[in-house]
């Protein structure tokens, strides 16, 4: 165990991807509007969290790793906060700044716990500040172990083949987080982590864990990927590659709040692989991961002390 702490101390994870502002307002409600027929939150705390891509980094970096970040924001108020939530969290990072767009923020007004209302701020980057993102992800390359680049969907992976290309041809590993149903532009990724309606999405439905399993091995050959996991929500989560199919059944005891879970998953896999770990041990401890931040509101983190106790 202490071998692999040490290990993940040297590990160094490149993460790309869409990035954003996590925003909570917690207040309560003790009425309904006379306006319209909706509940009034009286806002009494707020809180702010790196989302997306960030949040994949800053799971990096609570496990005990090291971690780069390359993205686009805005050139506004919520990228300096994202950028400075980021730094402070150890996080080494490079946003790439278009004055055309607007930072992704995602705000959420919370009462007693619940989610009453998310409102979502959201552009999507120009190509000439992605172009400029690939060139530093091509110079970023030489000094990571492994590559996670996590779509949202929101843009700033319009170069993701290149990138996957480039990193293969330079042995490193790519995890991909993927979005929407057309995975071609993810093809020869190491390993893609959808859930399981963003795999429905793409495979179609199944009736049973045999159909699964020939459904997961198909899109593993058809897009030349070494292996597949399909996180499962309360089923847990199981992994596809050659000859070998792995299931873990859920770790955790009370879930809280799901929302950034994927990204604690995908973020764990490749620390642990840049450890020197193989993937069915790499996701044990993803799903040990998962486990705790379930548990947890809001977008959260899994602690090195956390994962290790």
């Known amino acids: 165990m202490q071998t692999l702490i040490e290990r993940i101390k040297n590990a160094k994870v490149l993460v790309v991807g ?6 909570y307002w917690f207040g309560d409600v003790e009425r309904i509007s006379p306006e319209a027929p909706v509940p009034v939150a009286r806002i009494t705390k707020t809180d702010e969290r790196a989302g997306g ?9 609570a496990l005990g790793g090291k971690a780069k970040l390359l993205s686009v924001v805005g050139d506004d ?16 990072t490079v946003l790439h700044r ?22 979502d701020f959201e552009n999507s980057p120009s190509h000439e500040i992605l172009a400029a993102k690939l060139d530093d992800f091509k110079a970023s390359l030489l000094d990571c172990d492994v590559v996670i680049l996590s779509d949202y ?3 700033s992976l319009v170069h993701v083949q290149q990138m996957i ?10 995890l991909v987080d993927p979005k929407g149903d057309e995975y ?35 899109l593993r050959t058809q897009f030349n990927l070494d292996a597949l996991l399909v996180t499962r929500s309360e089923e847990g989560m199981t992994l596809f590659r050659e000859g070998q199919v792995v299931h873990k059944p859920t770790q955790a005891r009370e879930v809280f709040d799901v929302s950034g879970a994927g990204d604690t998953v995908i973020a764990t896999m490749g620390l642990m692989l840049a450890a020197g770990l193989d993937l069915p041990e790499a996701m044990d401890w993803s799903n040990r991961a998962a486990g705790i931040v379930v548990a ?14």
Do not use: C, H
């Open 296 to 309: 947890k509101l809001g977008t959260a983190v899994a602690t090195n002390a956390e994962l290790f106790a």
């Open 153 to 155: 969907g929101k843009g």
């Open 77 to 92: 108020e919520a990228g300096t906060s994202l950028e400075r939530l980021l730094i402070a969290q150890g996080v080494e």
């Open 53 to 61: 891509a960030a949040n994949v980094a800053r799971n990096v970096v």
């Open 184 to 218: 071609e532009a993810y093809r020869g990724a190491t390993l893609l982590t959808p859930n399981r309606s963003e795999f429905k999405q793409v495979a179609g439905k199944w009736s049973n864990e045999a159909d699964l399993i020939e459904k997961a091995n198909q």
């Open 98 to 119: 278009d004055a055309e767009i607007s930072t992704t923020v995602k705000l959420r007004v919370l009462a007693r716990q619940q989610q009453l209302l998310r409102i």
């Open 18 to 23: 869409d990035v954003m502002l996590d925003r």
């Open 165 to 174: 290309l480039a990193a293969r041809a330079m042995n490193k590993p790519v």
